[in-house]
């Protein structure tokens, strides 16, 4: 796989449509074990220049994908054209449009129930091709993990989505993987609102100006304090290359 090496992260280089077309395969073939696919953003580099935990799962990770335009700035300023962002919502969508032709099924997880049951009922009503299989909330007590987990290995979706937050659910898939059964699984941060309508997507023209981050800033003051960790990126991506 050609990637390039972000501050220890090694990202995808591939486009969105490449990378679906790779999913595809993986979920019309064979169960082989678990791909786990990391959309990865500057946030989750950062966290896992902090913890050696989180090191380990992006290091074990099948293919990492370039969630943010802070990574793919950081290509360019390193020579490397990473040619666009391929996100969890990017991807989940197109799986879904896909499944018109090559069905599978799904497995939910994430969000609050409301929003959970929403978001499986639409995707049920707009994508005949897609088997929901199973769905559960993002907001369990602990003892209720296992039985979760029971049920996921039980009935061995294709696509496995988990929407519990970024690192939250790529922690999540790391520690259950081995029991998982699932062809592809990846974490889709909000996703999951946006289908329900609970939140809305940036409109594609602040997506295409690079500034969906400040859209949802707008939208979501309260993701401030998380955000303030770009510039710290920014600045470590700006010295390192110096050094
Ligand atoms: N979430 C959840 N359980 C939790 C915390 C969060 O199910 O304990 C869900 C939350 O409801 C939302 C998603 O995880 O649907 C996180 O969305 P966000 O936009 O914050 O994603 P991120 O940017 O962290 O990937």
Avoid at 161 to 190: D, T
Wanted: charged letters at 25%; zero cysteines; hydrophobic letters at 45%.
């Amino acid at each position: 796989m050609d990637t390039v090496k972000i501050l220890g992260v090694p990202f995808s280089k591939m486009t969105l449509s490449d990378t679906v077309k790779l999913l595809q395969a993986r979920l019309a073939g064979e169960r082989k074990p678990m791909f786990h696919l990391i959309t990865a953003n500057p946030e989750i580099v950062m966290a896992a220049k902090q913890e050696p935990q989180l090191q380990a799962i992006v290091n074990a990770a099948d293919l990492i994908t370039p969630d943010g335009i802070g990574v793919v700035l950081a290509a360019k300023w390193q020579g490397v054209l990473i040619p666009e962002r391929v996100t969890g919502f990017d991807l989940l969508t197109r799986l879904l449009e896909g499944a018109k032709t090559k069905g599978f099924s799904l497995y939910v997880v994430g969000a609050d129930e409301e929003t959970n049951a929403k978001a499986a009922s639409i995707i049920v009503d707009k994508y005949p091709g897609v088997e929901i299989v199973g769905r559960h909330n993002g907001y369990y007590k602990g003892e209720q993990e296992e039985a979760l987990v029971a049920d996921i290995e039980r009935k061995q979706p294709d696509l496995l989505i988990v929407a519990l937050g970024a690192p939250n659910a790529e922690k999540w898939i790391y520690k259950h993987k081995s029991r998982l059964k699932a062809k592809v699984a990846f974490g889709v941060g909000g996703s999951l609102d946006v289908i329900a309508g609970k939140v809305k997507r940036a409109p594609v023209i602040w997506q295409k100006l690079n500034v969906e981050w400040l859209y949802r800033l707008l939208k979501q003051p309260s993701r401030w304090r998380r955000q303030l960790v770009l510039p710290k990126f920014a600045l470590t991506i700006l010295t390192t290359k110096r050094r």
